[in-house]
Every structure is written in structure tokens, then in C-alpha cells.
């Protein structure tokens, strides 16, 4: 699992579709409350948050 508040550019590159592209906006709009923001804030489609979404988690700050 990859938390999307502190995972690091590289770490998020190696999720399935993830590039360098998603990786910078993943970062450039932290924080996220729930994981589901990725598709609310548009930061990646709802195809990309779909193959990902069981890798990846938030913690609570």
C-alpha cells in the first residue's frame, strides 16, 4: 500500500498507469482526506483511480 500524502514521486510511479505526469499532480495537490479525491480534485481519471485504488491509502493527519 502507498499512502497518496507521503509516498514519494518514485514510490507512485510504479502504480499500474501511474507516470510521471500523475505522479507530479498526485504530489502538487496533497493533502487528500480519502483516496477518492484523485478523481474528485481531477488529478487522475476514474480509469487510472480504478486500477489503483486497492494499492493505495490515506492516513489521517
Not at 510504479?14 to 507530479?24: M, P
Not at 488529478?43 to 493505495?56: A, G, L, N
Request: aromatic share 6%.
Amino acid at each position: 500500500m502507498i499512502d497518496i500524502n507521503s509516498g514519494t514521486f518514485d514510490q507512485l510511479k510504479t502504480l499500474a498507469g501511474i507516470g510521471e505526469t500523475y505522479a507530479k499532480r498526485i504530489v502538487d495537490k496533497r493533502p487528500y482526506q480519502c483516496a477518492d479525491e484523485l478523481v474528485m480534485k481531477h488529478v487522475i481519471p476514474q480509469r487510472s483511480y480504478d486500477r489503483i485504488k486497492k494499492h493505495i491509502m490515506t492516513s489521517p493527519k
